[in-house]
């Protein structure tokens, strides 16, 4: 599991650096350095949450070729999980049918990145021109759309 | 929820940004996010159904002794793939094999079972239920069950096998025992002689007395043998017991009173129980098994504690024991008990007190200090002047030094002498 989380990182890390040396944005180099020296400390030290935010930021604002930041978040995300389900699974006294456990994982895993990954396509590939107002009000849909994702799965725990 | 909620607030943020920014690339980046959760939330499991069972291997043991726990769940329901079970041990268990928790996925109608042994100190442990949690594969979100599966486990102290105690009861029962009543009756010991009645065994006929007297017939008597009334007294004041090298002198003054109490019941006696530290724990006298049980559960969750009314042995309902029934306290005896001591022996109580050496204990604690030799022999002398103004009032106490066998200190102090011992006349007192 842990190869595979160690190669999601690696494959995050090299599609943002490919991005930078790219536009040749050498400052976005240096701090990717940074987040990645983080991102080892931070395997050791629980902190990967705080790595996938950081990594989600580089993609974000650096105004690199949006597809290589597509993949750069779907393989960060990966790896986000994989150290998550990784510790889970080191955590435990016990663990009874680790195969159905693990292939499980794996399987909804695959499916999120595929799916993540063909959306963010479709969607680069679409043109969109929206005004001011129509931006606000996709906006207000979003919101309410993930707020009542939130709500939903929290009332399903409880 | 703790990950869903990061991957909400990033999603939040990347939408805003992208928003703010009017660059569908951002947002385009959230894409993957929004999947991920969505998956989680559709593969979370809606309404599982789980039955869960469990089971100690004894419910009662005794101190050190090793108890398996098993636990079973089972999924009548559909397929769960993320699965974890966990279940409470009470404080004062230490698992020694096994796992209480396990972590899994359950097929539909499959079950799973944990295992594990704990080791057990003194005490009733109440297990309160055993906690499942069903989660998506993502492990973002989760449901908990609560199985509420009552088990208790009652570790007894362990109890030492006694030989002999030299009791010197005043009064006895009505049951047959094995305490001299002082009267004539069916027994093993020569009592005396007295005339022949109707009725009487020609067998137990003294004829040499009969001889003697002529034309009358005289009859052998033999000492009735009686249960006795005892009344064992644990002091449970903090104050009076001290903990060296781990061990607290009130674990051996539990034993003490295990020991005694499952030997006087063993012998037929009627034994009653009084704890006294943070409040009064009163066992009603009573015979056989049953009264030994009652007394072990008592005892196996006995505490020392601190009341200001149980401060002071002055305190004590000794109303509660019938007059003249012999009393057996266990306590170290600290100076200000000694006269409340001497008093309930002047209102003709028989007592035996058995005292755990909290002097060795102390001493163990304070290995290196200074002056610790000359601290030793003050408190030795004043505790032989207490056993002195103990047995001045008609009182036997035994000394025990808790290092030791309690057999050990019963046999030498108030046990029946060895028979080669008895042989060459001495005395092991």
């Known amino acids: 599991m842990m190869g595979a989380a160690r190669l999601a990182f690696l494959l995050s890390t090299a599609a943002l650096a490919a991005a930078f040396a790219f536009e040749e944005k050498w400052l976005w180099l240096i701090a990717l350095s940074a987040n990645t020296a983080f991102g080892i400390v931070a395997n050791r030290r629980e902190w990967v949450p705080g790595w996938f935010l950081l990594q989600l930021a580089l993609s974000a604002v650096s105004d690199i070729p949006a597809l290589l930041a597509l993949a750069a978040t779907t393989s960060g995300l990966a790896y986000w999980d994989l150290a998550a389900h990784h510790r889970l699974v080191q955590s435990a006294e016990h663990i009874f049918n680790s195969e159905a456990l693990i292939g499980s994982h794996y399987r909804s895993l695959a499916l999120a990145l595929a799916g993540g990954s063909l959306f963010g396509v479709i969607a680069l590939g679409v043109p969109l021109r929206l005004n001011f107002v129509a931006a606000v009000l996709l906006a207000l849909l979003a919101v309410a759309g993930i707020a009542g994702l939130a709500d939903t799965a929290r009332s399903a725990s409880s | ?429």
Do not use: C
């Not at chain 2, 993957?32 to 998956?39: D, G, R």
């Not at chain 2, 005396?192 to 017939?217: C, E, T, Y």
């Open chain 2, 1 to 429: 929820m703790k990950r869903a909620g990061f991957l909400t607030f990033l999603i939040l943020a990347l939408l805003a940004a992208g928003l703010a920014l009017r660059d569908g690339g951002i947002v385009a980046l959230s894409l993957p996010l929004i999947t991920y959760l969505a998956i989680g939330l559709l593969q979370f499991p809606r309404s599982p159904r789980l039955d869960a069972y469990a089971h100690l291997s004894q419910s009662s043991a005794t101190e050190g002794s090793i108890v398996g726990v098993s636990v079973r769940v089972r999924n009548p329901g559909p397929a769960l793939s993320h699965l974890q079970i966990r279940d409470s041990v009470p404080a004062g268990l230490s698992i020694i094999q096994g796992a209480r928790a396990a972590l899994g996925s359950l097929a539909e109608g499959g079950s799973h079972e944990i295992m594990y042994a704990v080791r057990s100190t003194r005490g009733l442990y109440n297990f309160k239920g055993v906690e499942i949690t069903a989660s998506d594969p993502l492990t973002l979100f989760h449901r908990a069950f609560h199985h509420p599966i009552p088990r208790s486990l009652l570790v007894r102290p362990n109890l030492r096998r006694l030989r002999h105690v030299q009791l010197q009861p005043f009064r006895t029962g009505v049951h047959p025992g094995l305490y001299r009543a002082r009267r004539g009756g069916p027994g093993v010991e020569f009592h005396g002689v007295r005339p022949f009645m109707a009725g009487d065994a020609r067998r137990r006929i003294n004829w040499k007395a009969s001889a003697r007297h002529g034309d009358s017939l005289f009859i052998n008597e033999f000492e009735q043998e009686r249960a006795v009334e005892i009344g064992i007294i644990l002091d449970a004041r903090s104050r009076s017991n001290v903990v060296a090298a781990g061990r607290s002198s009130f674990s051996s003054s539990v034993q003490a009173a295990a020991s005694l109490s499952a030997f006087f019941l063993a012998q037929a006696n009627r034994v009653g129980l009084m704890l006294y530290g943070s409040h009064l724990d009163w066992t009603v006298p009573g015979y056989g098994r049953v009264q030994r049980e009652r007394i072990m559960r008592v005892l196996a969750k006995a505490r020392v504690g601190h009341s200001r009314i149980f401060d002071r042995m002055k305190y004590l309902p000794t109303r509660l024991f019938p007059p003249q029934s012999q009393l057996i306290f266990i306590s170290p005896v600290l100076r200000e008990d000694v006269g409340f001591l001497r008093i309930l022996r002047a209102r003709r109580y028989p007592i035996l007190v058995v005292s755990p050496d909290r002097i060795s204990a102390e001493a163990e604690v304070l290995k290196g200090e200074s002056d610790l030799d000359l601290a030793v022999r003050l408190a030795r002398l004043e505790q032989s002047l207490i056993t002195r103004s103990l047995t001045q009032a008609g009182i036997q106490r035994v000394v025990w030094d808790i290092a030791q066998p309690l057999e050990q200190a019963i046999e030498m102090q108030v046990g029946r002498p060895r028979r080669w011992l008895r042989a060459v006349g001495a005395r092991n007192r």
